[in-house]
C-alpha cells in the first residue's frame, strides 16, 4: 500500500555527558523517520559495555527501566530500516564486537557498493560474520589491521570499501564520525554544555536542545575524547555526491542539511515546480506530510490558494494488516482521506514529493474523481524517478519504477490526472547551493562511483541487473 521509499538507518551518539543515553533515546526520536524497523543504544562508563536493542519503533523499545540499565557517559545509538541483510534481531545496530581486549559499537548509514565482494574474500580468510548486514564487514576490515590506533585501523579499512557510509563508532574512550569520501549521507556535530554529539541531522539537536556546529566533512573522521576533538581526512577526493533525495523526501524539513534548511529547499523546488508547469487551478492541495513544503511554494508562485484536501492518519503502525484483494482499496484510505467539501467542484493541483511505483497516486486521484473534483493536476517536485538507488535507499527494482516503464504521457494516462508535470533535474539543481555536489543518479542515471569496466554496470553485485547508466 505504501509507494515510499524508504531511508536506511538515524544515527545519534554523545560523549562526555551523564545522560548520555537518555539524550540519545531522544536523538533517536527526532530521527524515527529514517528507520522505523528496529533501534538500539549501546552505552560504555569506560569499563564496562551495555547493550539493549530490538526490533519495534524507539518509543515502544527503550521504557525507563531499560535506559537506567545503560549506563555511561558514552552511548551511540541507531535507528534501522533494513536494505541490506534481513530485517531481524541479529542485524539490529549498533553493531558490538570485542577484538584483542578493544570493544567497539559501531552505527552506519548508507550502502557499501561493493560488500558481496568484500564479504567473499573475508569469509575466504576466515571471518566468521554474526549478521547479513553490510556495516559487519567494516568491523572485520578493521580487526585485520595491524595498528593498535583506532584511526588507523578505519583509515585502512576504508581503503576497501566503497559506496556510502556515514557511521558513528564508540569504543571505551572515544567516539567517532566518519563520512565516505563523497559524502553520500549527512552527519552532523553538534554540543550540549561540554559534550560533543553526533547525528543524522541536526533535528536530533533542536530535541535535546544541543547547539549545531558544523558538518562532518566528506572524507573526514572525527575523533571525540576527553582531550576534545580531533579531525583526519582519509581521502583527498575533491568532489561529493551528496543525496539529493534527502532534501526532496527524507530529511525532516526542520533539518539543516548539506548547508539548507530542508523545508525552504523544498519551497524553492515547489516555485520552481509552479514556473516549470503552470496550470489554472482553484486550489493547491499538498499531499501531506513530505509534499507540504514544495505545495506552500507552488502556492506562492502561482498565487492559487493552498488548502488541506488530503488528511492524513498518523497512527499507523507497521503491523496494519493488508486487507485482502475485494477491500484492497479501504488500505489507500486507511493512511489517507480527502475532505470532500473542500475538493467537490474545484480545480484541483496536487502537489507530491516523488511518484515511485504509481499505485498509491493512482487510488488518491480516483479518490479526488469520486468526490466530485472538477478537474485534476498533478505536479511533483522531483524529476521523473527512473534508476534505482545503490546508496542506501530502498527504491524498488528498476522495473517496478513507473518513470522506467513509461512516458510521461502514459503515466498521465495511468494516473488518470488532466495534467502532469515533474520538475527537471535542472531546476531541482538550481534549488541547492553548490550542484555539482550532489549525486541525482536516480534521476539521471549518472552514477558516481565506478562501473565494471567488462560489462559497464556498477560495482555491485546485488541490485544492478537492468540499469543503462
Ligand atoms: S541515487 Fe538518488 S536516492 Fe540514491 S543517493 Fe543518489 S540521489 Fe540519493
Redo the contacts with the bound molecule.
Keep these: 500500500m505504501i509507494d515510499n521509499?524508504k531511508e536506511y538507518c538515524g544515527l545519534f551518539g554523545i560523549f562526555g555527558h551523564k545522560n548520555a543515553s537518555d539524550l540519545t533515546y531522544f536523538g533517536l526520536y527526532a530521527l524515527q523517520h529514517r528507520g522505523e524497523e528496529s533501534c538500539g543504544i549501546v552505552s560504555s562508563d569506560s569499563k564496562d559495555f551495555y547493550i539493549h536493542k530490538e526490533m519495534g519503533l524507539v518509543g515502544d523499545v527503550f521504557s525507563p527501566e531499560v535506559l537506567g540499565k545503560l549506563k555511561g557517559d558514552i552511548a551511540v545509538g541507531h535507528t534501522r530500516y533494513s536494505t541490506t541483510g534481513s530485517s531481524v534481531l541479529k542485524n539490529v545496530q549498533p553493531l558490538f564486537a570485542n577484538h584483542r581486549d578493544k570493544s567497539l559499537a559501531i552505527a552506519h548509514n548508507g550502502n557499501l557498493t561493493n560488500s558481496s565482494a568484500l564479504k567473499k574474500k573475508l569469509e575466504a580468510q576466515g571471518s566468521i560474520f554474526q549478521s547479513t548486514c553490510d556495516s559487519e564487514i567494516i568491523i572485520h576490515l578493521m580487526a585485520k589491521e595491524k595498528s593498535p590506533d583506532i584511526v588507523e585501523k578505519l583509515k585502512g579499512a576504508m581503503k576497501s570499501v566503497e559506496g556510502?557510509y556515514s557511521l558513528i563508532l564508540m569504543t571505551q574512550d572515544k567516539l567517532i564520525g566518519v563520512r565516505d569520501p563523497l559524502g553520500?549521507r549527512p552527519l552532523v556535530l553538534g554540543k550540549i554544555g561540554n559534550s560533543y554529539c553526533l547525528a543524522s541531522e541536526t533535528c536530533a539537536f533542536d530535541l535535546i536542545e544541543a547547539k549545531y556546529i558544523r558538518e562532518i566533512q566528506a572524507g573526514e573522521i572525527a575523533v571525540i575524547d576527553k582531550s576534545g576533538i580531533r579531525s583526519h581526512k582519509f581521502s583527498s577526493e575533491k568532489k561529493q555526491?551528496q543525496?539529493?533525495?534527502?532534501h526532496i523526501y527524507f530529511s525532516r524539513p526542520d533539518s539543516f542539511a548539506f548547508g539548507q534548511t530542508v523545508h525552504l529547499v523544498r519551497q524553492s523546488l515547489g516555485e520552481r515546480l509552479a514556473k516549470e508547469h503552470p496550470v489554472k487551478a482553484d486550489l493547491v492541495i499538498p499531499v501531506p506530510d513530505s509534499g507540504m513544503s514544495a505545495a506552500l511554494g507552488f502556492s506562492h508562485a502561482s498565487g492559487i490558494p493552498l488548502e488541506w484536501g488530503i488528511i492524513r492518519n498518523h497512527y499507523i503502525g507497521r503491523t496494519f494488516i493488508q486487507p485482502h484483494q475485494e477491500i484492497r482499496d479501504l488500505g489507500a484510505k486507511v493512511k489517507f482521506n480527502l475532505l470532500k467539501e473542500v475538493i467537490k467542484g474545484r480545480k484541483v493541483v496536487i502537489v507530491d514529493d516523488s511518484i515511485v511505483r504509481g499505485t498509491t497516486s493512482k487510488k488518491r486521484i480516483r479518490g479526488f474523481r469520486e468526490v466530485g473534483a472538477k478537474e485534476v493536476h498533478l505536479r511533483i517536485a522531483c524529476p521523473p524517478h527512473r534508476?534505482?538507488?545503490?546508496?542506501?535507499?530502498d527504491?524498488p527494482t528498476q522495473k517496478e519504477l513507473i518513470a522506467h516503464k513509461y512516458s510521461i504521457n502514459k503515466i498521465k494516462e495511468f494516473l488518470g490526472v488532466d495534467s502532469l508535470g515533474y520538475l527537471s533535474v535542472e531546476g531541482m539543481l538550481a534549488c541547492v547551493k553548490d550542484k555539482n555536489n550532489?549525486?541525482?543518479?536516480?534521476?539521471s542515471g549518472k552514477?558516481?562511483t565506478k562501473f565494471d569496466k567488462k560489462t559497464g554496470k556498477l560495482s555491485l553485485e546485488n541490485k544492478c541487473e537492468n540499469v543503462k547508466p
Design positions: 521509499p556510502a553520500f555526491a543525496c539529493i533525495f534527502e534508476y534505482p538507488c545503490f546508496y542506501g535507499i527504491f550532489y549525486c541525482t543518479a536516480c534521476f552514477y558516481p
